[in-house]
């Protein structure tokens, strides 16, 4: 839990030191997601989506370990497929 909650802190201050860093607000949604705070992953989500309007499930880049979790949980969240 400890890491997560770190990662939180990291990705959320990327994204507001790098508004048009896309994989912070990404993964800050997916991190909420995984710890059952779906307001705020939602509100991560809208921010992801201000940047990538278009971006979807089938959009999602292929990364070597992860993508599987990601996907699940920004499926979660309503991201389209």
């Not at 400890?2 to 860093?21: F, K, M, N, Q, W």
């Not at 949604?29 to 939602?42: P, T």
């Amino acid at each position: 839990m400890e890491h997560r909650l770190a990662a939180i802190l990291s990705a959320d201050a990327a994204g507001y030191t790098h508004p048009s860093v896309f994989g912070a607000p990404m993964n800050l949604a997916a991190i909420y997601s995984e710890l059952g705070e779906l307001n705020q992953g939602r509100a991560a989500l809208a921010d992801m989506l201000r940047l990538r309007p278009d971006f979807s499930i089938a959009k999602m880049p292929r990364l070597a370990t992860g993508r599987q979790w990601l996907i699940a949980n920004l499926r979660k969240l309503g991201l389209p497929e």
